[in-house]
């Protein structure tokens, strides 16, 4: 027999699908929304039926954008020659956050992973060489995540692109500010090691 009613229920199944929301605060959302008023539980629902009907890849650079090509791509103050290429939309964000990086940006939408069956064809590497070959690319800054796919994926990337002659660079990983080296793993302290810069 069920706790709650089959709408309570079914709202609470729903939030526990979304990554990183278990049953208890799938539990605690739903209570929220059922306590807000018409007008707010109206406007959620309306900004996400919203969010998920507007928002489509960018055709150039692959982010979440509800104009095609993104701000991103169209704005004339960012550089043309250089590219960073990260694995989500989610990663551009954070990599937006620091409010250094001036270039464009590509979006693969995942990384390889044999494991799981992905390969090259999977993410969105074509379309980056096409840009590779079209656009003058000084530099390609390879960003994906410090996992054992994101440096498969680098390293791929890296592979395919050094022959051009374009200069392929990857960010540095290691431990981070504030952290103990005491609870760093062995590859983040061998990634710090070979980070490592002259003071």
Known sequence: MNQYAKPLNKLISELSKLP???????????FHILSMDRKG?????DSIRDARDKMKYCSVCGNLTDE???????DPKRR???ICVVESPRDVAAMERIKEFKGR???LHGAISPMEG?????????SLIIRLQN?????????TNPTIEGEATAMYIAKLIKPSGIKVTRIAHGVPVGGDLDFADEITLLKAMEGRREL
């Open 135 to 143: 656009e003058d690319i000084k530099e390609v800054i390879i960003a």
């Open 105 to 107: 940006y590509h979006v």
């Open 118 to 126: 992905i390969g090259p064809d999977d993410i969105n590497l074509k």
């Open 80 to 82: 043309d020659d250089v």
């Open 68 to 74: 095609d090509p993104c701000g991103m791509c169209r």
């Open 20 to 30: 990183g929301i278990g049953g208890k605060t799938a539990q605690r959302l739903a």
């Open 41 to 45: 539980a109206d406007a959620l629902a």
